[in-house]
């Protein structure tokens, strides 16, 4: 255990020298982490708008890179990021927060294809609403409905990491949603997001 707060932009190369110091091999990188923050991007403290910028995205990519080399030395790993239903579309009042899951899914997809050929497999997880503190850590108190495990939510996401899937859904209007991409314009989208996630 080495607990770490991935706001900080040292604690990537802190969780690595511990891992390293105590011959720990990773096989499997899971990126959990992130948060949101729900209200209107001007209101929102500037520093927890920074902070969702270095956890939701410079620590995954900065996690990743660290631990890449081993797995593609050894030519095997696998590495699962989490992402969001938010992911596929911009969504009103939690604008940073899905720009960084967008950010999150484009860079799973974009280094599976890269790390074909050393035999890591990488995925991005979007799920929908989720069992945990998220709604009340972002603000979205009243969104807490309709909402998965996280048992459920991590098996789907292992499910298709062994799969060999580039990213993965869990919901029905998750992926609904993410289907009507060539046919609702953005701007509805937008706005119909917070039913998803919440």
Do not use: W
Request: hydrophobic residues 40%.
């Amino acid at each position: 255990m080495f607990p770490a707060d991935l706001a900080d932009s040292n604690a990537p190369e802190n969780i690595f020298a511990f891992t390293k110091e105590k011959g720990i091999e990773i096989e499997l990188l899971i990126n959990n982490a992130g948060f949101g923050q729900y209200g209107e991007s001007h209101s929102i403290e500037k520093q927890r708008m920074l902070d969702m910028l270095q956890v939701n995205c410079h620590a995954v990519v900065h996690l990743t890179r660290l631990y890449l080399p081993g797995m593609v030395a050894r030519r095997r790993g696998d590495i699962l990021i989490l992402a969001s239903t938010a992911s596929f579309q911009a969504v009103s009042y939690i604008s940073t927060y899905a720009a960084t899951k967008a950010f999150d899914l484009l860079f799973a997809e974009g280094l599976a294809e890269e790390m074909k050929p050393y035999g890591i497999r990488v995925c991005a997880l979007c799920p929908g609403s989720t069992e945990s503190e998220f709604h009340v850590v972002s603000g979205q108190e009243k969104f807490r409905r309709r909402t998965e495990t996280a048992e459920k939510v991590a098996h789907t996401g292992l499910q298709a990491l062994a799969a060999g899937k580039k990213f993965a859904q869990t919901r029905y209007f998750s992926r609904a949603l993410r289907g009507t991409g060539p046919v609702l314009p953005r701007t509805t989208k937008s706005g119909s997001t917070m039913i998803s996630l919440g």
